[in-house]
């Protein structure tokens, strides 16, 4: 399983220090939250900001746009050669163009849910995506716990996407009691705000996150 890291959840006045420190052997990603205030009611970080967090890390960048319109969002991000770009399915009735433009642009293409929004909802856009995102917690509001009905409905995601060899990446409330489970149920790739940077140290806690999802501890 690989560990996103949602510097969301990080100091954000001491970026600079604390991501030039973080393993790639560790973290394999960087989760970086775009929020526009209007798809989620917070604003977060835009493409500057994620210009400045590319320059103090070698480690890939997961950017996961919560906002309306994200066509008109996208192209900003695609100089930085994230490993994926994925938007929401409730924001845009234009996936499939979006989806090819992403992955033109040399980056994976995620397809994102919310908790409310049906997971048969993704199964048009299958053949285009190469990664779909299950939140579980509502976006934009951080600090929640993981949904009730979480594990089910990333049990029938993992089904419908399986055939298609896409990847399944959860969001929210993924910590040391659950991330055992997620590995189970196939999950490829978890992304760890609080559980991580809450923690005495990000590299040793990614470590064992890893661990735990492997079953190794």
């Not at 209007?38 to 500057?48: K, R, T």
């Not at 994102?112 to 929004?117: D, E, G, V, Y």
């Not at 990847?167 to 991330?179: A, K, M, P, R, T």
């Amino acid at each position: 399983m690989k560990i996103s890291a949602s510097i969301l959840a990080a100091e954000l006045t001491n970026l600079k220090n604390i991501l030039p420190q973080l393993d790639p052997k560790s973290v394999d990603l960087i989760h970086i939250d775009v929020m526009d205030g209007n798809f989620v009611p917070q604003i977060s970080f835009g493409e500057a900001f994620t210009k400045e967090v590319k320059k103090h890390t070698a480690i890939p960048l997961d950017v996961h746009l919560m906002v309306k319109n994200p066509e008109a969002h996208a192209n900003r991000y695609y100089e930085l050669k994230p490993y994926c770009i994925t938007f929401h399915l409730e924001t845009t009735h234009f996936g499939v163009r979006l989806s090819d433009e992403i992955r033109s642009s040399g980056s994976k293409v995620g397809i994102t849910l919310n908790p409310a929004t049906p997971i048969e909802s993704i199964v048009p856009l299958l053949p285009y995506v190469d990664l779909v995102l299950i939140m579980t917690v509502d976006p934009g509001f951080y600090g929640q716990s993981f949904i009730k009905n979480g594990f089910e409905k990333i049990q029938k995601a993992r089904a419908l996407t399986q055939p298609f060899g896409i990847q399944l990446e959860v969001d929210g409330g993924v910590n040391e009691s659950n991330i055992a489970e997620l590995s189970r149920l196939g999950v490829d790739i978890a992304v760890v705000g609080s559980g991580l940077f809450k923690a005495e140290g990000p590299n040793s806690q990614g470590e064992k996150l890893k661990a735990l999802a492997s079953g190794s501890v």
